[in-house]
């Protein structure tokens, strides 16, 4: 599904938060908002998702530019958001429609392509932060949504899981082909997933760069390329120079 903005902004209370926002995403792109703490990119995430419909300028979601909650789309947020009164079968399946087996048959297909099987009936407080997530991760998809809204999903847990996540994220992309907005504070995790990271400055936020990465997927870790491009986007966010603190 397509997805396009433009001009967008937010201000609130009289301040402006982000303006002059215009990027598009072809179906199953990949884009990364990445940039310093307040430039807006979370903001953006709530108007592209319908959660915030006071925005200026147009978002345009398969050619459709209403102001509403779009349900085409589905949000992974930092934390995992379950409910504790429900296992890992009902969080999933909370908010789908239909009739009870039916969405327990869907749910499962799901929680299975997070590598949560045998687990449906733990409750939130028994699961460790990257079981949460995972559990987050089947809730978003299994409503099938055309755009997956992800903000720093990872942010919460250890650098291993982290990593295994990231994969995760790229297996189920494979399959299911959404088109994905990750907001992250990572240069690495953009480099590793995004096919373009567009890097927002200032306050108000507005987009500085939008770089393409061109390298195939699956892409190494710490290659020289990824280094010679986390280089341009520290030296891009004015973070690439010696420290000026002197022990
Ligand atoms: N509901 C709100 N009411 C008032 N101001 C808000 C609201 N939401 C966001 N802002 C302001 O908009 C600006 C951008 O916030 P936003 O959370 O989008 O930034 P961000 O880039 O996602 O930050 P971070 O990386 O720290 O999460 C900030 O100055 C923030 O205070």
Sequence with gaps: MSLELHNVGRTF??????????????????IGLLGTSGCGKSTILRAISGLDTDYDGDISINGNTSKEIHDTTGFIFQEPRLLPWLDVLENV?????????????????????VGLQ???????RELSGGMAQRVAIARALVTSPEILLLDEPFSALDAFTKMQLQDLLLDVWKTYQSTIVLVTHDIDEALYLCDRVIILRGQ????DRDILIEEKRPRARGSEKMAALKTEILESLDLNKPSSITS
């Design 13 to 30: 209370k009289g301040k402006t938060a982000v303006q002059n926002i215009s990027f598009s995403a072809k179906p199953g792109e990949i």
């Design 93 to 113: 399946t909370f908010g789908l429609k239909g009739k009870k087996q039916e969405k327990e048959v869907l749910a499962k297909e799901y929680i299975e392509s």
């Design 118 to 124: 045998g687990n449906e009936h733990l409750y939130p």
């Design 204 to 207: 108000p936020g507005e987009i």
